[in-house]
């Protein structure tokens, strides 16, 4: 039959209420201390001395160091009190007649019968009583949050036998004359105690999952260990029977051996290397090795004969560590409770969140009522020598009207602990969608996304982040609708930044390769109006070499020579996007050089600027078709000589160079012809658009071309 989860809830919870009642009558009915209500150690001559005042009846009356002479006529000694044990005789219920010895004087005492409330029982053991009942509370948790893990089951089982166990030995001593039906109980209660060790080993091999396969479970060596041990507290009862053996020393053998094959278990389970799906810290081994000590200690406590014991717990140093191994030995269930929390399949962090509130409330609340009922009853002791019940119900009262306030406040400090505040919710998303404004990248709107859920919801959250689409959160990811509805559109809003950043990036791409277009055409028509200035010198050179060749070979070596260094310069500024001024003057000086083997007139060139200008950049060969178009038209034979003039002033950031010449005409058609408008365009491109060039004639004869423009601009950069 499958159960829902609900149903399977619900089992659970009855369950631990069926154990919690099921040791109501031994708690009711049974003591925690002997009938003196002392703590005996021995002197050197076997006397026994009140080590520690426990409780009722010897609270007020008997003080500690007082040496118990005699009880009703019969010398108390270690070995009269030892006899007893042995006999299993146990002290009178009524009235005790007492000498004992105070301060070297000998008193006769008359201890009544030990009568215990319950408050009192409790008290007494309240720290052992807040372990007990905390390991079924804990399995309750477990199973709340994963019913469908048999492991969960499984540490339920053990805990509530361990609550039943430790019940068991806690109030073993009985207050009152058990009758035929008591007695068919108790004889239950201890055959359920006996299968303690069964479960504890049960509990090991299963956690978190079987140490066996489903399909083939008796092929494991465990299986048939925890098989053998469920069916021996029934063997053991037979036993007993038929070989008149007590049964404790039986289940005392059957615990020696179960508990530390579960302790092997554990060690064995975090002593090798973790699964694939799980890592173990460093404290969780550490916490498994002490817990197996713990468990192997208590065995080995049990195995010490219970005569012996009792002359070794004499011992202050003995007492110390029985104590100690008590206390870890109850807190053994919620060690191992922590250590299945730490599994993934319990979803540890969801499971403390949820029950964290309620396990504080609960011992804030116990606090304040222990608190109030100790202080009042000892108060009101103090003053009238009396027990007072009306401080219980005072105490309860108060802790009725302090659950309110104390919930929602605790719940209010732990929603921020735990990242469930709605208001710490909303800050973070308003801090994140200003940090998602300035995200420039992917990761940027990553990282403001995580650390928007760490600051809001102080955990992480598994979000998808597919290369195109929408993010989306993670559908195993357990969260309150509100808080689902949040993250969802904090997510929505990193999505529409994302195509934001895609749709940016796409037009900046967009326009760098735009930018990158112009700037090959730029490249492409200025290697093109290099084309065209670089074959018409190289002809009309080729000619000049051709003519002084056959009239004066020397010069045409001369020649030659400044033709080589006239083309290298070409070629390098064909290559190159600025030249500086004084380069582009040095190349005149050559070209003049090469011309005055061609031409009969004299040819000179004047520089009129301050050298400062000499190291400004100009387009390259920004000269040459100047001094070509002057040559050309200005330097007719018969004429003078012809004086070509270059005039370099800078106003502001804006430079103008003049170059001008005195030859016998303009350039021969009206405007800047097609050497001249192509440079015009080629210093358009370098300097920019608002660069200027005109060419004039000039009134006392000659041609002037002006050039102007911004040497901060385009050129500059």
């Not at 009915?29 to 026994?48: A, F, N």
Request: hydrophobic share 50%; net charge positive; glycine share 6%.
């Amino acid at each position: 039959m499958n159960l829902s989860f609900r149903a399977r809830r619900w089992l659970a919870l009855g369950a631990v209420l069926a154990a919690i009642l099921f040791t109501v009558p031994r708690f009711l009915t049974h003591t925690p201390y002997q009938r003196l209500g002392v703590k005996l150690d021995w002197t050197p001559d076997h006397r026994g001395r009140v080590s520690e005042v426990v409780g009722p009846p010897g609270k007020g009356l008997l003080r500690r160091g007082d040496i118990l002479v005699a009880v009703d006529g019969n010398p108390i000694t270690q070995q009269y009190i030892l006899k007893r044990f042995r006999e299993g005789k146990s002290w009178p219920a009524g009235p005790l007649a007492m000498e004992i010895e105070r301060s070297g004087r000998l008193l006769n005492l008359t201890v009544p019968p030990l009568s215990l409330s319950a408050w009192q029982r409790a008290r007494v053991l309240s720290l052992q009583l807040i372990t007990v009942i905390a390991a079924p509370l804990v399995a309750i948790l477990l199973v709340w949050r994963r019913p469908d893990l048999n492991a969960a089951w499984v540490f339920l089982w053990f805990a509530i036998l361990q609550a039943l166990g430790t019940m068991w030995s806690l109030f073993r001593f009985p207050q009152v004359e058990l009758g035929r039906g008591f007695k068919t109980y108790l004889g239950i209660y201890h055959g359920l105690v006996m299968w303690y060790p069964a479960s504890f080993l049960h509990f090991m091999t299963v956690f978190p999952r079987p140490r066996w396969s489903r399909h083939g479970p008796t092929r494991s060596v465990w299986f048939w260990l925890v098989a053998l041990a469920y069916v021996t507290p029934p063997a053991l009862i037979v036993a007993s029977r038929a070989f008149h053996t007590p049964l404790d020393r039986l289940y005392l053998f059957f615990q020696t051996v179960a508990l530390p094959l579960g302790a092997l278990s554990l060690l064995l389970r975090y002593a090798r290397p973790a699964p694939p799906d799980r890592r173990f810290l460093a404290s969780e081994r550490v916490l498994a090795i002490v817990l197996a000590g713990t468990l192997l200690s208590a065995a080995a406590l049990d195995l010490v004969p219970e005569m012996q014991m009792i002359t070794l717990l004499t011992l202050p140093s003995m007492r110390l560590l029985s104590t100690v191994i008590l206390f870890a030995w109850l807190a053994s269930p919620l060690l191992i409770a922590y250590l299945i929390a730490n599994d993934p399949v319990f979803d540890p962090r969801r499971l403390i969140v949820r029950s964290t509130p309620y396990a504080l409330l609960s011992g804030v609340l116990a606090a304040l009522y222990l608190g109030i009922v100790v202080v009042s009853q000892r108060l009101f002791a103090a003053a009238t020598g009396e027990d007072a019940v009306v401080f219980n119900v005072v105490a309860a009262l108060i802790v009725a009207f302090a659950f309110a306030p104390l919930r929602e406040r605790l719940q209010r400090g732990l929603d921020r602990l735990y990242g469930r505040d709605p208001q710490a919710l909303r800050a973070a998303l308003v801090q994140a969608g200003r940090e998602l404004l300035g995200a420039l990248d992917r990761d940027e709107v990553r990282a403001a996304v995580d650390s928007a859920i760490a600051r809001g919801l102080k955990r992480k959250l598994a979000i998808e982040w597919p290369e195109h689409g929408m993010p989306r959160l993670a559908e195993h990811e357990e969260l309150r609708d509100e808080e689902r509805d949040t993250i969802e559109n904090l997510v929505l809003q990193a999505g529409i930044r994302l195509e934001n950043l895609s749709l940016h990036e796409q037009r900046a791409a967009a326009e760098r390769q735009a930018v990158e277009l112009r700037e090959a055409a730029t490249r492409a028509e200025l290697v093109a109006l290099h084309a065209q200035v670089q074959p018409h010198f190289l002809f009309n050179a080729l000619n000049a070499l051709s003519y002084l060749t056959e009239t004066d070979p020397k010069a045409a070596q001369r020649f030659t020579e400044r033709l080589a260094d006239m083309l290298r310069y070409t070629i390098e500024a064909g290559q190159r996007r600025a030249a500086l001024l004084s380069e582009e003057i040095a190349f005149v000086e050559d070209y003049l050089g090469v011309a005055r083997e061609r031409y009969e007139n004299p040819l000179s060139f004047e520089y009129r600027g301050t050298p400062e200008l000499l190291s400004a950049a100009v387009p390259p060969l920004l000269l040459q078709p100047l001094v070509e178009n002057s040559l050309k038209h200005g330097c007719a034979p018969g004429n003078g000589a012809l004086h070509l003039r270059l005039e370099a002033r800078r106003e502001a950031d804006w430079l103008t160079l003049v170059f001008s010449d005195d030859g016998a005409s303009g350039n021969g058609a009206p405007g800047l012809g097609l050497g001249l408008g192509n440079l015009e365009q080629r210093l358009k491109r370098f300097a920019g658009s608002a660069a200027v060039m005109d060419a004039v004639p000039r009134p006392e004869g000659g041609f002037a071309v002006t050039m102007r423009w911004c040497s901060r601009s385009k050129a500059a950069a």
